[in-house]
């Protein structure tokens, strides 16, 4: 294998990484606060949504980073206010939250194929790509280090570096940290200590709104220039990834950049000489990323490291 | 006294949660036409309520055919529930169904015309049970958590349907499947009752299923057995149930009914072939929905899927409009919204009644 070839494979996987990294730490807020979130594909489907049409509609006037971070925030915030939904749901109501997420997967795609197809008569959002940074000064000069991470990237990979760096320290250096935790492990205990059990789930699942939110523009900026309504089931493999990763940001860095290399495989094997010529099938390559999630979750799954209250409503009365 | 007995039967409390999640979901549905067309918002309303009828009987009829895949995806949806199961899968077990009886319906010609559809549902049935069985057998031996797995197995199962497809039936011009000619479904009299509609035997193989599922689950120990799994993994094997073997069954069960929904489907003459695109097979969502509003019993699943075709269809001939059929879609969603909300509600009335009982003791 060329060099060359090694760098377009690890820009590639960034690609896909970076957003699967970015969603998956949303979904451990949501459980490490006792709430399951299988509505991440959802928000990720209206995050994405409401900021590329947001760029759509702002690309004649604006473009480049600033327009970039514009759309990221208002991609993190819609995804927070569709997550409210979730979180009343399943805290205030205490809900089946597999239903509750159910109902948000269903309607994320409705809502942004009615809306588009309604405003702006098509079923495809498009956008100008004018966010791709070909080289960061100085950095970009470092030997290897600067091919890999600082040529032909975006603003979305640093964002995600940054994101698990604060994840990190949050979950496992500051008090809120660790009543986050509790409020998933034991409720009552937390409960008993003080802690409103209430509040911090909500900071939990609006946490993994805004971050879903944000993933599901993260992962349409770098590879496509059109929104079609449908994040390919990315919201699920990011569950999927947070399993793998046994809910700790770390072991959720090496899961993300696992899967995102394996639909790198999938999605650029015909840029990579060595597998092109293997002649498999394409669709063999296609079922990659999804056929590796559950080998490996058959060989991780046995010893579970779930937060042990997630997915059941408090109880403040429960033993 | 009538009165009161009524509101403390818990079908009633269950089905009038539904009642009110759907009132909701139609509510919202009518403010968003109002936002997006307020000139034509009222018409477009109607035409949803309609549902069918709006094409008369051939549109009735449309709408039977409409709701025959989602009742069976439901079934296997519901099923799953009822054992504790979440199956997501539904969309793939439902495609390699349809794969296998398009497959049979092309291939095995030596069996004669007549029988050759029996036989290819059979094999769509069998297609859909052994997909299931997969994510069943992770669960029960490895902790798998079957949400995942079935989402994974809806991907592989598309991309090698895609893939099977190319390699053995495939009309390479139209870039879909062969039509599987001599294993057509008979039309079972509903081309009588509904003339030109696209509505045959299907409708009523999947109403038989319903029923058929409804007496295994509520009456036979094979089903409690299933059942008492869901509810308790530890407390069944203790009570000497092969709760491992359970998990595995039920899994084949929701995937043999998804299987069947496929088949179906794919041996009506209507034109339906597998088109090789990536794109899951939605029938296969549209059965959680529909499981969902039928709170999981088979029998509820039947008027829950009609009711969906219903609106389907609504939402078909309000194109009319220029309104997106989508906004169906948008609906559904908010009905199973608030019927989350409404169960959740109603749970908490039984325990305060529970609780108020107790101390009048």
């Known amino acids: ?319 | 006294m009538n009165i009161k007995k009524l509101l403390s039967n818990r079908s009633f409390k269950s089905i009038s949660a539904s009642v009110f999640a759907i009132l909701f979901g139609l509510i919202i549905g009518y403010i968003i036409l109002l936002i997006s067309n307020p000139a034509q918002a009222t018409r477009g309303f109607i035409i949803i309520l309609n549902g069918g009828f709006n094409g008369g009987l051939r549109g009735v009829g449309n709408m039977l055919h409409n709701a025959m895949p989602i009742i069976l995806t439901g079934l296997s949806v519901g099923f799953a529930f009822k054992t504790g199961l979440f199956n997501i899968g539904a969309s793939g077990q439902f495609i390699l169904g349809a794969f296998t009886a398009i497959y049979i319906g092309v291939k095995w010609t030596f069996i004669p015309s007549g029988y050759l559809w029996i036989v290819a549902l059979a094999g769509a049935m069998i297609a859909g049970a052994l997909w299931g069985a997969i994510a069943g057998i992770l669960k029960a031996y490895r902790n798998v958590n079957e949400v995942i797995t079935s989402i994974m197995l809806n991907y592989i199962g598309m991309y090698l349907v895609n893939f099977l497809v190319v390699s053995t039936v495939f009309d390479l011009t139209r870039n879909q499947s062969i039509s599987p000619v001599n294993a057509y479904l008979p039309s079972g009299g509903m081309d009588i009752l509904f003339p030109f509609s696209s509505a045959n035997i299907g409708i009523i193989i999947a109403v038989v299923t319903a029923v058929f599922m409804y007496v295994i689950l509520e009456k036979t120990t094979f089903g409690f057995e299933l059942k008492a799994v869901g509810y308790n993994r530890e407390a069944s094997r203790y009570a000497g149930i092969n709760e491992k073997r359970s998990i595995i069954l039920s899994m084949m069960i929701a995937g043999a009914l998804a299987g069947l929904g496929g088949g179906l489907l794919y041996l009506s003459n209507t034109g339906k072939h597998i088109e090789v695109v990536d794109i899951l097979a939605s029938e296969g969502f549209n059965g959680i929905p529909v499981a969902l509003l039928g709170l999981s019993n088979p029998i509820g699943i039947i008027f829950s899927g009609l009711f969906v075709g219903h609106m389907n269809m609504g939402g078909f001939y309000m194109q009319r409009l220029r309104f997106v059929p989508e906004v169906i879609d948008i609906m559904i969603a908010i009905i199973i919204y608030f019927s989350a909300l409404s169960l959740a509600f109603k749970s908490t009335i039984e325990n305060f009644a529970r609780k108020l009982g107790g101390r009048t003791k």
């Open chain 1, 1 to 319: 294998m060329t060099l060359s070839t090694f760098y377009f494979l690890v820009q590639q996987t960034m690609f896909y990484s970076i957003p699967l990294l970015i969603v998956a730490i949303g979904g451990m807020y949501s459980e490490r606060s006792g709430v399951v979130n299988i509505a991440l594909e959802g928000i990720m489907i209206i995050g994405a949504f409401v900021s590329i049409f947001f760029m759509n509609q702002m690309q004649s006037t604006m473009s480049g980073q600033w327009l970039l971070v514009l759309a990221m925030l208002i991609a993190a915030g819609t995804g927070m206010i569709l997550s409210f939904f979730h979180a009343y749901a399943s805290i205030n109501m205490k809900a089946n939250q597999v239903i509750s997420g159910t109902a948000l997967n269903l309607f994320a795609p409705a809502f942004a194929i009615f809306t588009a197809r309604m405003l702006i008569g098509v079923q495809q959002v498009t956008f100008m790509n004018t966010y791709r940074i070909t080289e960061v000064p100085v950095l970009s000069a470092i030997p290897i280090l600067g091919d890999l991470l600082f040529k032909n990237t975006y603003l979305t990979t640093f964002v995600g570096f940054a994101i698990l760096i604060v994840a990190t320290i949050v979950l496992y250096k500051t008090r809120f940290g660790l009543r986050l935790r509790a409020c998933g492990e034991h409720p009552q205990a937390a409960d008993a200590a003080g802690v409103s059990v209430k509040k911090m789930r909500y900071v939990g699942v609006l946490i993994s709104g805004a971050l879903a939110g944000l993933g599901g523009l993260v992962l349409m900026v770098p590879v496509t220039t059109a929104f079609d309504g449908q994040v390919a089931g990315y919201g699920f493999l990011a569950l999927a990834v947070l399993i793998f990763g046994q809910w700790r940001p770390g072991r959720i860095l090496f899961a993300a950049f696992f899967f995102g290399l394996m639909k790198t495989i999938s999605a650029a094997y015909t840029g990579i000489p060595i597998l092109l010529a293997l002649g498999i099938p394409s669709y063999m390559f296609k079922m990659t990323p999804y056929l590796a999630t559950i080998v490996i979750l058959t060989f991780t799954s046995k010893k579970s490291a779930a937060p042990k209250a997630a997915g059941e409503p408090y109880d403040a009365g429960k033993r």
